[in-house]
């Protein structure tokens, strides 16, 4: 079986400690996911790292990618695989140097063309587009249609995310779109039966990655 096109990336909770671990383990063997981004707001870098830890290891042994939200410090820090970058958050050259060449860097795009192709030119690993419907987790004024991300694959091969709102019930255009990543959190985290709601992402996937 070959993978399908498009494939999950998960955003963490802001709350990642007590049995979060055991949670995530579990959403892990539920199928495939290919980044897990920590994102936490509001602790210093010393217990950051301390709750990071545990999370590292079960990404490490899934085949996960661990990805350290905002943080260049943090995420030298951990020996994460990767940053993601807000607008703000400083600029895909710093972190290379930080993190060095193999670290994977994403950058926030909203939904501008021109942000994204200025990330790819100063080195992003993929940029992220979003939020495509409305969120529980972070708000956004953005609202990108679809068409965005075939446009960006049309014209490019650095890998798109997209993000925001994103459920097994309204993903399908998105992956028909092209998206190489859905970037999913309150839709798993939020849904009651977490295994499940990474086995319902795959189904519709696979659905409408179907020909």
């Not at 260049?72 to 951990?78: F, K, P, Q, S």
């Not at 939904?111 to 972070?138: C, I, Q």
């Amino acid at each position: 079986m070959t993978e399908p096109a498009t494939q999950l990336y998960l955003i963490s909770p802001l709350d990642v400690g007590g049995d979060f671990p055991d949670r995530l383990e579990r959403v892990l063997a539920a199928g495939p996911v290919a980044a897990f981004q920590f994102r936490v707001k509001g602790l210093d870098q010393h217990e950051a790292a301390r709750l990071a830890a545990p999370l590292q290891e079960i990404c490490a042994a899934r085949d996960c990618a661990f990805i350290v939200n905002d943080s260049i410090a943090l995420a030298r820090r951990l020996e994460a695989d990767g940053i993601h970058l807000g607008q703000g958050d400083g600029s895909p050259a710093e972190a290379r140097e930080a993190l060095g060449r193999t670290a994977q860097i994403g950058v926030t795009c909203h939904a501008s063309r021109h942000l994204a192709m200025e990330a790819g030119e100063a080195g992003a690993d993929y940029v992220a587009f979003g939020s495509f419907f409305p969120s529980e987790t972070k708000e956004s004024e953005h609202r990108p249609e679809p068409e965005l991300l075939a446009w960006w694959q049309g014209l490019f091969e650095i890998p798109c995310v997209a993000i925001g709102g994103i459920t097994p019930a309204n993903c399908a255009p998105l992956v028909a779109a092209g998206a190489d990543f859905l970037a999913v959190s309150h839709a798993v985290w939020g849904s009651g039966n977490e295994a499940e709601a990474v086995r319902e992402f795959h189904r519709a996937i696979g659905q409408a990655s179907a020909p």
